[in-house]
C-alpha cells in the first residue's frame, strides 16, 4: 500500500428546523462557506440536515418531499470542488433517508440507509425503504464509505463492508438524540468499527433541539486503534476540522460495493496540518443541565413564542425551571408569576422574590384566595355534605393553571410546566392545573436529579442562583395547611430508584422486592405509575434527558387490565 496525502474532513454539526428549508440553506450554505476558507475536501452535513430531523409525517405529504428535492437543487450548485455529503429525504421508488454526494456542482450518488431504527423514539420503517448498496467513493487516492447513523450500530453492516472493499475512511452521517451517557455509549460502538476495520471514522451528528428531542453534536473522529482523535462541541453548532491520514488501498470490487470514481482531489490551500481539536467531556450533571437549556430555547424560538412564563412556588422545581429558562432565553424574555393563597408559607413567597431577584426576571404576583373562595361559594351547594379533600386542593392548582395560560395567551409567551418525572410517573400532579403549560421541562428528570442539578448550576460562576432555603426545605404542593410531599410518596430517595426500576428497566414487582425494596411501597408506586398514564398523556411535551421517556420511548395503553408482580 502507499502513503496516501492527508483528506482535510470537515464535520458540519448543524441545528436545523424541520421543514425550514429556506432557513436550513441558509444555514448550510455558511458552513459551506467557511470549510472552503479552511481548506476542506470533504464535508460532511448530519443526518437529515436539509430538512431536519425526524419530519414525522411531513414525510408521507408528496410536497414536503418535492420541496427537500427543490432545496438539494438549489444546494448542489454551491459545493464546487469540495465533495459535499449532506442529509436529507428523497423521493425514490419509496421515500428514502439519503445522504446525497455532490461534487464539481452536481450529484454524483445518493446513498440511501439501509438500517431502520424501529424503536425508542424511532419510528423509521413507517416511513422509509431501506437501501441496498454500499458503494465506495475514491477521490483521488483515498476511499471512502458513507452510512447513515444506525448503519453504524449495526453488527457486520454497511461500514464493514465498506472496509473490507477498501475504504480507509468511514464517513457516518448521524441523527442521535441525546440522553445522560449517550456519548459513551456512542464511542464504544464507533471505536469498535475503527478497531475491527482499521480504518478512520468521522462521525456528523444533529445538535439542537426538536419537540422532545434534544441532538447533542459531539461530532468526533476515531483513528484505527478505536481512540478519539477530535472531538466538537456539546450542544452547540460546530465546524469540526481534521487532517485524515492513511494509505491507499488496493481497490478490488466486491459484487455488492460498488466504487465511484470522484477525480482527483482539490489541493490544499495550505500544507500546514489542522491541529486536532478534543472538546472536554462534560460530567453527567452538566450535560443534562446543558440539554435542558438548548431544549428549552430551541423550542421556544423555532415555535415563535416571544419568551416564556412560569408559576414561580418558591419550590426547587419552578426555581430550578426559571434558572434554565433564563440561561436559555436570558432573564428579560422570562416573567415569573407568584400566586400565593392562604395556605402558602411566607417563606415559600420570600424565596420566590429571592430567586426572582437573584435571576433579574421579572415577577408578577397575583393572589388566588379571592377566586378560590368564590369557587367554592359556587360549589357550596354541590359538595353539601361532603368532605373537603383533594378536590380543593385540586381546584387551587387549576385556578393557577387557567390564570398562567390567560397570561401565556395575551402575552405570546411559552407557559412551561414544572413538574419533574418522579411527580409524573405516580400522577402527584393536577390535570389543567400544575401540568398546564406548553413546554414540560422537568417532565423526565428525577427528583433526586432535580436536586443535583440545582447544586450544579449554584457551583457555577455567577454564584448561588438558588435560594439555599429553596434547597434545603422538605418539599410541600401547599395545597393545605401542613402538607408535605411524604404524606403522599415515599422519600424520593427511595421512591426514584423503584421508579427507575420499574420504568426505565421493567422490572416486576417480584424483581424489585428482590433487589431490597419494601413489597408494600413497590406495589404502591407500581400501581400509581399503571393508573396516571392517563394523566401523562394530556401533559405537555417533556425534554427527553433519560433512556426511557415518557412519550416517545414508553408507550403504554390507559386502559390496561395488566399488573404483573
Not at 440536515?49 to 438539494?72: C, I, M
Not at 464517513?171 to 456519548?183: E, R
Not at 464511542?187 to 426538536?210: D, I
Not at 393536577?430 to 457551583?459: E, F, H, I, Q
Request: some cysteine.
Amino acid at each position: 500500500m502507499d502513503v496516501m496525502s492527508p483528506i482535510r474532513v470537515g464535520l458540519a454539526q448543524t441545528n436545523p428546523t424541520v421543514g425550514a428549508f429556506e432557513r436550513n440553506l441558509r444555514l448550510i450554505g455558511g458552513f459551506l462557506d467557511k470549510a472552503s476558507k479552511l481548506g476542506v475536501q470533504i464535508l460532511v452535513f448530519p443526518e437529515l440536515a436539509l430538512s431536519g430531523y425526524p419530519p414525522e409525517d411531513l414525510l408521507l405529504k408528496d410536497h414536503f418531499l418535492a420541496r427537500s428535492q427543490e432545496a438539494l437543487s438549489e444546494l448542489v450548485p454551491k459545493t464546487d470542488d469540495m465533495v459535499v455529503v449532506i442529509g436529507c429525504p428523497l423521493e425514490r421508488n419509496g421515500v428514502r433517508n439519503a445522504a446525497v454526494i455532490a461534487h464539481h456542482g452536481r450529484v454524483i450518488r445518493e446513498y440511501f440507509k439501509r438500517h431502520l431504527p424501529n424503536y425508542g423514539v424511532f419510528d423509521e420503517k413507517r416511513y422509509f425503504e431501506p437501501g441496498e448498496e454500499d458503494p465506495v467513493f475514491v477521490l483521488g487516492t483515498a476511499a471512502f464509505g458513507v452510512s447513515i447513523c444506525e448503519d453504524i450500530w449495526v453488527k457486520g453492516g454497511p461500514p464493514l463492508k465498506q472496509a473490507e472493499a477498501g475504504a480507509r475512511l468511514l464517513i457516518n452521517l448521524s441523527g442521535s438524540p441525546f440522553h445522560a451517557g449517550k456519548t459513551r455509549e456512542r464511542e464504544e460502538v464507533l471505536s469498535q468499527v475503527a478497531t475491527v476495520t482499521g480504518a478512520h471514522v468521522a462521525y456528523c451528528n444533529l445538535v439542537g433541539g426538536q419537540d422532545e428531542l434534544v441532538f447533542d453534536g459531539r461530532s468526533m473522529v476515531i483513528d484505527p486503534s478505536g481512540s478519539v482523535v477530535a472531538r466538537a462541541k456539546a450542544f452547540e453548532e460546530d465546524l469540526l476540522v481534521f487532517d485524515v491520514p492513511g494509505v491507499s488501498a488496493a481497490v478490488k470490487s466486491p459484487r455488492k460495493s460498488p466504487f465511484i470514481d470522484l477525480g482527483q482531489v482539490n489541493p490544499l490551500a495550505s500544507h500546514v496540518p489542522v491541529e486536532p481539536r478534543m472538546e472536554p467531556v462534560l460530567g453527567r450533571d452538566e450535560e443534562v443541565y446543558r440539554a435542558l437549556v438548548l431544549g428549552v430555547g430551541d423550542y421556544t424560538k423555532k415555535n415563535n413564542f416571544d419568551g416564556a412564563l412560569l408559576g414561580l412556588s418558591g419550590g426547587i422545581d419552578s426555581s430550578l425551571t426559571a434558572v434554565i429558562a433564563c440561561d436559555a432565553l436570558g432573564p428579560r424574555n422570562v416573567l415569573g408569576v407568584s400566586m400565593p393563597s392562604e395556605i402558602t408559607s411566607e417563606a415559600s413567597v420570600t424565596d420566590a422574590v429571592l430567586l426572582a431577584s437573584n435571576l433579574g426576571i421579572e415577577l408578577m404576583e397575583i393572589s388566588v384566595s379571592s377566586i378560590m373562595q368564590a369557587f367554592l361559594e359556587e360549589l357550596k351547594a354541590p359538595f353539601e355534605g361532603l368532605a373537603r379533600d383533594v378536590t380543593e386542593e385540586n381546584l387551587q392548582a387549576r385556578i393557577r393553571g387557567s390564570l398562567l395560560m390567560a397570561l401565556s395567551n395575551k402575552y405570546g409567551r411559552l407557559l412551561l410546566s414544572t413538574g419533574n418525572k418522579s411527580e409524573m410517573s405516580v400522577g402527584y400532579a393536577t390535570l389543567y392545573g400544575d401540568m398546564a403549560g406548553g413546554l414540560a421541562v422537568l417532565k423526565d428528570v428525577p427528583k433526586t436529579l432535580v436536586y443535583r442539578l440545582s447544586r450544579y448550576r449554584n457551583s457555577l460562576g455567577d454564584g448561588a442562583v438558588i435560594p439555599e432555603n429553596v434547597i434545603s426545605k422538605e418539599p410541600s404542593a401547599e395545597l393545605s395547611p401542613g402538607q408535605k410531599d411524604t404524606d403522599s410518596l415515599p422519600p424520593y430517595e427511595i421512591l426514584d430508584p423503584v421508579l427507575n426500576l420499574y420504568i426505565e428497566q421493567d422490572n416486576s414487582v417480584e424483581e424489585i422486592v428482590g433487589a431490597g425494596f419494601d413489597r408494600a411501597v413497590v406495589l404502591a408506586v407500581a400501581g400509581k405509575v399503571d393508573r396516571n398514564e392517563y394523566k401523562r398523556r394530556q401533559s405537555p411535551p417533556g425534554i427527553k434527558i433519560t433512556p426511557r421517556a415518557f412519550g416517545r420511548d414508553r408507550r403504554m395503553p390507559m386502559t390496561n387490565g395488566y399488573f404483573s408482580e
